[in-house]
């Protein structure tokens, strides 16, 4: 539980998520490899049946290293899964595209921060979900308004590099501040342009 107890997403899509829709969530701890092999992620799925599959890309990073060919996932019966999401860092286009073609099923990549409560960004599989394109979190969730814009506040065209940017205001749910230290978050996250929350990220 450590580090689902450091990183909030863990907390939405393990615990609350699954709660309110009456889900039931199964928890597995341990490496992706080496306990016992590259396989311990496909045979908890097909012993539980799940439906959809939730991890870290460096997960499947590791998994691809130990298994290029995807021979542990022949030995398992996982016709249960319906899709894979992953988050927590940038999935690069490879491993993306390993996953899709060893599971034939939707590859999910978001993105999110702590700080936001939810993702700002997704492809959302339950009610209009778009083409998948490998380095795309796909498109802004309801209740936020992302911009890509220079250091000056000038929005970008479309293929340049400049930071991620959220208009105001933030959707419910959303960091409101720091504790015991409102300044530090007014100067953070809210000082960089006026009228814009700072997510840290960049496009480039």
């Not at 380095?135 to 929005?155: T, Y």
Request: include cysteine.
């Amino acid at each position: 539980m450590g580090r689902v107890g450091r990183w909030v997403v863990g907390h939405s899509y393990i615990c609350y998520g699954p709660l309110i829709s009456r889900c039931t969530t199964v928890l597995y701890e341990g490496k992706p490899i080496g306990t016992p092999d590259a396989g311990a992620f496909w045979r908890v799925i097909s012993e539980y049946n799940v439906k959809s599959f939730f991890t870290a890309p460096t997960a499947f990073r590791a998994i691809r290293c130990e298994d290029p060919s995807g021979e542990f996932i022949k030995k398992y019966d996982i016709s249960c899964l319906n899709a894979l999401y992953l988050a927590g860092e940038r999935c690069d286009p490879a491993t993306l595209h390993w996953a899709q073609e060893q599971l034939q099923i939707p590859v999910i990549d978001h993105w999110r921060q702590t700080e936001t409560g939810w993702p700002m960004a997704a492809n959302l599989m339950g009610s209009c979900p778009v083409a998948i394109k490998a380095g795309s979190p796909a498109r802004a969730v309801p209740g936020f308004d992302i911009q890509v814009m220079d250091e000056q506040g000038n929005n970008m065209a479309a293929g340049e590099s400049g930071m991620i940017m959220v208009k105001l205001p933030m959707p419910p749910g959303t960091l409101s501040t720091l504790w015991q230290n409102d300044q530090r978050y007014i100067d953070a996250y809210l000082r960089k342009i006026d009228g814009y929350y700072l997510t840290g990220g960049r496009l480039s």
